[in-house]
């Protein structure tokens, strides 16, 4: 008897999706690759190409979603376009994260939130914190984690996004979990679970 003849038929059908998800995404890099081989000019365009790439490598090639990103990072540098230069660098930093090099990922979303910061584009500065304070988090550094996250609960309820306002409150409720601290844990679950009723409400 083989042993997938043996797993429960929901495993075997996560095991599928996950694969498929694997494929897609690999297709999509090839499209999009193809694209950026065509782009011969050297400008925003296809700096965001580059972006576009490293993303699609994501779920399945953590080496070719840091190579991307660096080499879009070199070139938002070199053309001076600093969003696309905070964003390569944001990517460069979760490339680090899902290679488990936490400390890595730490620095380049600290240049990537500097640049945001100094752009006030506070979506990407909620997703940069939100990002600083998970790998803070996976350190047990669980103060700066809650630190991080509260900052990026202040910002993102200041542009309205409650999506990354109840992610953020739903990581602190995580956090407390951990340190059993089930009170304060319940709090942030429901502050979390109201942030998104506004999105519905907002529709």
């Given at each position: 008897m083989s042993i997938l003849s043996q797993l429960p038929v929901w495993c075997?059908?996560?095991?599928?999706?996950?694969?498929?998800?694997?494929?897609v995404s690999a297709h999509k890099a090839d499209s999009l690759k193809s694209v950026?081989?065509?782009?011969?000019?050297n400008d925003t365009m296809k700096v965001g190409l580059m972006v576009d790439v490293s993303h699609a490598y994501e779920d399945n090639n953590f080496d070719s979603m840091l190579y991307y990103a660096g080499k879009g990072?070199?070139?938002?540098?070199?053309?001076?376009?600093?969003?696309g230069k905070g964003e390569c660098l944001r990517l460069i930093g979760l490339s680090y994260e899902h290679k488990n090099e936490y400390e890595k990922a730490i620095a380049y979303f600290n240049q990537s939130l500097a640049i945001f910061q100094g752009l006030d584009n506070k979506?990407?500065?909620?997703?940069?914190?939100?990002?600083?304070?998970?790998?803070?988090?996976?350190?047990?550094?669980?103060?700066?984690?809650?630190?991080?996250?509260?900052?990026?609960?202040?910002?993102?309820?200041?542009?309205?996004?409650?999506?990354?306002?109840?992610?953020?409150?739903?990581?602190?409720?995580?956090i407390y979990t951990d340190q059993s601290d089930y009170t304060q844990a319940l709090d942030y679950y429901l502050k979390g679970l109201n942030a998104f009723e506004k999105i519905k409400d907002s529709i």
């Amino acid at each position: 008897m083989s042993i997938l003849s043996q797993l429960p038929v929901w495993c075997i059908a996560l095991v599928c999706l996950l694969l498929q998800g694997a494929t897609v995404s690999a297709h999509k890099a090839d499209s999009l690759k193809s694209v950026l081989a065509a782009h011969s000019a050297n400008d925003t365009m296809k700096v965001g190409l580059m972006v576009d790439v490293s993303h699609a490598y994501e779920d399945n090639n953590f080496d070719s979603m840091l190579y991307y990103a660096g080499k879009g990072l070199k070139l938002a540098d070199a053309i001076r376009y600093d969003n696309g230069k905070g964003e390569c660098l944001r990517l460069i930093g979760l490339s680090y994260e899902h290679k488990n090099e936490y400390e890595k990922a730490i620095a380049y979303f600290n240049q990537s939130l500097a640049i945001f910061q100094g752009l006030d584009n506070k979506t990407q500065e909620t997703l940069v914190l939100r990002s600083l304070a998970g790998n803070y988090y996976r350190l047990t550094n669980y103060p700066a984690a809650i630190e991080l996250n509260s900052r990026a609960i202040a910002l993102a309820d200041s542009i309205g996004d409650y999506s990354q306002e109840g992610l953020a409150l739903i990581d602190i409720g995580g956090i407390y979990t951990d340190q059993s601290d089930y009170t304060q844990a319940l709090d942030y679950y429901l502050k979390g679970l109201n942030a998104f009723e506004k999105i519905k409400d907002s529709i």
